[in-house]
């Protein structure tokens, strides 16, 4: 509607301009040195018009060949930029299916297309760091840092070539500056965990961890290694909070009450831990050092009683009774073990000595619960696999049974 409206109104006035034209009076004389054009005056302003016309498009076609070459350079650099953007594509994916010469290849190719740019950089140096080149890539990382978006990434790969070479010292510098290039990242707090415990600097581990298990974990280690006893108690608690079904916090917070002469407490921590988790490290920690064997028997009965019929309550029960050669009560707490289905040899063991047989072999009491190596002695990282906060009682049977069933 508006489109023919226009087109009415632009027609309108072109004919009222020829109409105006054509009704021009007089005419119009050239002089060129012999020569003289006399024409009429509408003819003339044609032939003017059409000369204006052909000017504006001389100019035109003048100025389009001018802008030519820029045109095709830009087409040039617009391939070129592709092109790199090809390369640094497929060096990422060979960086992360660890094709050093397919990386390293690409690499080239980027820097070639793209010139020395961070993304350039940083595939060139992680190239480098897969074909074993360290120094190559120590450079390239290095030159990384004074990235200012991609920095991060310079000093991750600082601290991973200091981890393998097992600089410590810089290892933990690059972690805390790649900190500060990007704040919060799980990935540096997970590295600098590691470095923390590797260096048993527990207490700077337990700033960088939330997990209840790896808490408890380095909340024991911390006990354990505390200058004073009242550090070892905070710690102690702070393992308890984190697992309250850990032995190892158990024990560590009986025995760190103990060394602050809270005896009472102590005993009161124990009870509490073998209502909730009995293990023999809260046993082996219930009796007076100096106790003899029947009064070690008398003592059990009243740590079992907080948990009457668990495998462990009558194992307990079991090895104190035949310590204090009370051979009865020895025999039916070893077979009440067993039929709660204790099945790590402890419970056959009572039986075995009551009966002079040689005693079969004793499951380890710790077990990894990510690699499930089984070790005989606690640890803050398991000695297998390096986890940390994984090793748990090797559970011997089954939890709760009663011993009249
Ligand atoms: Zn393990």
């Known amino acids: 509607m508006w489109r023919a409206l226009k087109f009415c109104v632009i027609a ?37 018009l059409v000369v204006v016309a ?3 498009m001389l100019l035109r076609v003048l100025g389009g060949l001018r802008r030519a ?6 087409w040039r650099g617009g391939r070129r930029a592709q092109a790199g953007e090809l390369a640094l594509q497929r060096g990422v994916v060979a960086v992360a299916a660890g094709d050093a010469a397919g990386a390293r290849s690409a690499a080239g190719k980027a820097r070639t297309l793209l010139g020395d740019t961070a993304f350039t950089q940083w595939l060139s140096a992680e190239a480098a760091q897969l074909a074993g080149e360290g120094e190559q890539a120590r450079q390239a990382f290095e030159r990384l840092t004074h990235s200012k978006e991609m920095k991060f990434l310079g000093h991750q790969g600082l601290l991973r ?17 790649a900190e500060a290039a990007y704040p919060g990242s799980a990935w540096t707090r997970g590295q600098r965990l590691a470095l ?3 260096e048993r600097n527990y207490t700077a581990a337990l700033r960088l961890t939330q997990m209840p298990k790896e808490r408890a974990a380095l909340a024991v280690a911390a006990a354990e290694n505390a200058e004073t006893p009242k550090l070892a108690l905070d710690f102690a608690k702070q393992a308890v909070k984190a697992d309250p079904t850990c032995p190892m916090a158990i024990a560590a917070m009986a025995k760190a009450l103990r060394s602050v002469g809270k005896e009472r407490a102590a005993r009161n921590a124990l009870l509490a831990g073998w209502k909730r988790a009995p293990h023999p490290l809260l046993a082996a920690a219930w009796p007076a050092p100096d106790a003899t064997p029947l009064e070690r028997a008398q003592a059990a009965a009243l740590l079992a009683k907080e948990n009457p019929g668990h495998v462990e309550s009558e194992l307990l029960l079991g090895e104190t009774a035949l310590a204090a050669q009370l051979t009865g009560e020895a025999r039916r707490h070893a077979e009440a073990a067993l039929k709660a289905g204790n099945s790590d040899g402890r419970a056959e063991a009572i039986l075995a000595r009551l009966d002079g047989r040689a005693v079969p072999a004793i499951t380890p009491a710790w077990r990894c619960s990510s690699c499930q190596t089984q070790q005989e002695h606690w640890s803050c990282t398991c000695p297998a696999c390096g986890k940390l906060g994984t090793m748990a ?13």
Do not use: C, H
């Open 54 to 56: 052909v000017l504006l």
């Open 196 to 198: 923390a415990v590797r």
């Open 12 to 48: 309108a006035i072109i004919l009222a301009l020829a109409w105006w034209m054509a009704a021009l009076p007089g005419d119009v004389t050239a002089d060129a040195g012999t020569y003289r054009i006399t024409t009429s005056a509408p003819v003339a302003l044609l032939l003017i």
């Open 393 to 405: 009682a090797n559970v011997p049977g089954k939890a709760l049974m009663t011993t009249q069933g």
């Open 161 to 177: 070539q200091s981890l393998r070479a097992g600089q410590d010292e810089e290892a933990a510098r690059q972690a805390e500056a």
């Open 69 to 74: 070459p820029g045109r095709f350079s830009d």
